[in-house]
């Protein structure tokens, strides 16, 4: 069961990194569109790396939020 959620965890990790790279090719109306300002897509861009990514594995979830 722990290696199950461990797995589970890499792989929504993954998403979001990979995620946030396509986040890159963005046009302005699209950030528009989506709700997103030009700081908070510049904000989501610079964890876009691998860096970013070791953070996400070794965050833990807090009470209320969503990961």
Known sequence: MLI????????????R???????AS???Q???DMGLSHEKCQAELSKA???GFVSDLT?????????
Do not use: F
Not at 4 to 15: A, D, E, N, R
Not at 59 to 67: F, H, P, Q, V, Y
């Open 30 to 32: 699209q950030m528009e």
């Open 49 to 51: 790396s691998i860096i």
């Open 26 to 28: 963005v046009s302005t």
């Open 17 to 23: 990194y990979q995620t946030r790279k396509a986040l």
């Open 59 to 67: 965050r833990t979830k807090e009470k209320g939020e969503a990961l």
């Open 4 to 15: 199950i959620s461990l797995l589970s965890h890499l792989q929504h990790c993954l998403k």
